[in-house]
């Protein structure tokens, strides 16, 4: 782990009910300029190969099951006409192996037992296609979202969503004001507990996009272990880490470099300095921000909140883009990865990100530990 970190008090209120989180991976972006996501830019990383849209499968013990994000569905060409015109002019590549409700088929969940979906915002790849849901399955979205895509006033009427995604099905957004029922402050986060028993909070985290949610998943109880579905709060752990609160250690084990073998010793901190200085950035942010969003102000206090978050121990930070989870070691829908802190999910893939910006010629200079 980082050494140095500090950890402030989020006051997450204790609970005993856990909800099981389970990865599906069916959806892939790959060939998407850096550029075009955050800045400033680093040297020969200007591409990403491949990363993951990712979907949870959330099971509540009662039965209840809710899928927080659909994916990218596969016949995109079906989305909203300006967006299916700018992603065939596009130079990324989508690849969606397989239609959500077929998935949940074979993982033995009928999609008509999901109660209901939270999109964590209205962009094509996490929305899926809805459609494919009957109407009893309910649309959870954040603040701001009827008002911003619906309705014949609405600024930006349906924008990405289509008619087929809320025609016949109840659309709930909650109210996060301090006050409102179910509305508790976990850190800086205003959040919304979902099943009303500590299990799942849904966190208002605006500025990439109207409505954005993330969410705060109890994985365990004694001790009490959380996910933190991270949504498009960050596309990249390099806008989250490092922080004051998770500074970079002098050395990582387990080595992050894919060339690497995992048991070696890699020590980052004179590089990362180097490449933080020639691009004007601060040695304690982050290697990036943000290229773009909503609200830029509210883009990077929302990143700050979260990196208050990132630097508690009992909480697995997952972003909806990081391909580190795509790991054979990190099970997969049907399995759950509430055992992230006995598997040490935490430790292996906190600075995996870090493979993505370094150069093989700094090996000599920069890498060795003394």
Not at 50 to 72: C, Q, R
Request: hydrophobic letters at 35%.
């Amino acid at each position: 782990m980082a050494n140095g970190s500090s950890t402030p008090n989020l006051n997450i209120p204790k609970g005993s009910v856990c909800v099981q989180v389970k990865l599906i991976d069916i959806c892939s972006i790959s060939n998407v300029g850096t550029k075009s996501l955050f800045t400033p830019t680093v040297p020969a990383f200007d591409k990403i190969s491949s990363a993951p849209s990712w979907i949870f499968l959330l099971e509540h013990p009662s039965g209840k099951k809710v899928l927080f994000d659909l994916g990218i569905r596969r016949d995109w060409d079906n989305l909203h006409s300006v967006v299916a015109e700018r992603l065939q002019l596009g130079t990324h590549t989508i690849e969606v192996k397989k239609d959500i409700d077929k998935y949940l088929d074979e993982c033995g969940v009928g999609k008509e037992n999901i109660d209901a979906v939270v999109w964590s915002h209205a962009h094509w790849d996490h929305m899926g296609d809805m459609s494919l849901f009957d109407s009893k399955t309910d649309l959870v979205v954040g603040p701001g979202f009827k008002k911003q895509f619906l309705g014949d006033q609405a600024p930006s009427p349906l924008g990405a969503v289509i008619p087929s995604d809320v025609e016949g099905r109840s659309v709930h957004e909650p109210a996060f004001e301090q006050g409102s029922p179910g509305v508790v402050q976990i850190g800086q986060f205003l959040a919304f507990d979902y099943f009303q028993d500590g299990s799942l909070y849904l966190i208002d985290s605006p500025g990439h996009c109207v409505g954005h949610l993330c969410a705060l998943v109890r994985t365990s109880a004694d001790p009490s272990t959380f996910v933190f579905l991270g949504g498009d709060a960050a596309h990249h752990c390099g806008e989250l880490r490092p922080s004051t609160h998770v500074p970079l250690p002098d050395s990582i084990t387990p080595n992050p470099l894919p060339t690497k073998q995992p048991d070696s010793e890699f020590c980052p901190k004179q590089w990362f300095d180097n490449l933080q200085s020639s691009r004007g950035r601060n040695l304690t942010s982050p290697l990036y921000q943000p290229a773009f969003g909503h609200d830029m102000d509210q883009v990077l206090a929302t990143i700050a909140k979260m990196q208050e978050y990132d630097s508690d121990q009992s909480i697995l930070v997952v972003l909806a883009h990081d391909a580190a989870f795509r790991d054979p070691n990190v099970p997969k829908c049907p399995e759950a990865i509430n055992d992230w802190k006995v598997r040490g999910f935490c430790e292996r893939f906190r600075w995996t990100w870090l493979g993505d910006v370094w150069h093989e010629s700094q090996e000599h200079a920069f890498s060795c530990c003394t």
